[in-house]
């Protein structure tokens, strides 16, 4: 019985049908969580830099218009996050006039949340939020 079970075992250690399929499925897991990595880190940049685009046309936009109104500077700071599929639900945007040494300056910051929406993660990994700030000085 003995020799029948180690015959057996001698087998089925020397048998190499299936070991492609074995390392294949080693492999797999990491390679497809880098490629997912890669494609989430694409999404979060192309949305901040948009984010920011958005900051910076609507700071620009004030610095010329010193009589534009808030609503005015959301619209633009709207329009660039919605052209890449974001919600408008998930930004916050604040304007503030300041003034420093008798120069008006006009800061515009915009804060938002990256939903991931990626299942069994905790929510703190799937809301990413990123700030953007920018100031310029107001022409009188």
Do not use: K
Not at 20 to 38: K, N, P, Q, R
Not at 46 to 69: F, I, K, M, P
């Amino acid at each position: 019985m003995r020799r029948r079970l180690q015959g057996y075992l001698n087998r089925f250690a020397r048998n190499e049908e299936g070991a492609t399929a074995v390392e294949f499925a080693m492999v797999s897991v990491a390679f497809l969580t880098f490629i997912i990595g890669i494609y989430a880190a694409g999404i979060y940049f192309l949305t901040w830099n948009r984010l920011q685009q958005g900051v910076e046309n609507a700071a620009r936009y004030a610095a010329v218009h010193a009589d534009a109104t808030t609503t005015e500077l959301e619209d633009i700071i709207i329009n660039d996050i919605e052209s890449i599929g974001g919600v408008e639900d998930n930004l916050e945007i604040a304007v503030a006039d300041s003034a420093v040494n008798g120069i008006s300056f006009r800061e515009v910051t915009a804060t938002y949340v990256l939903n991931w929406n990626l299942p069994f993660m905790p929510t703190s990994i799937n809301e990413m939020s990123m700030q953007v700030t920018s100031r310029t000085p107001v022409t009188n």
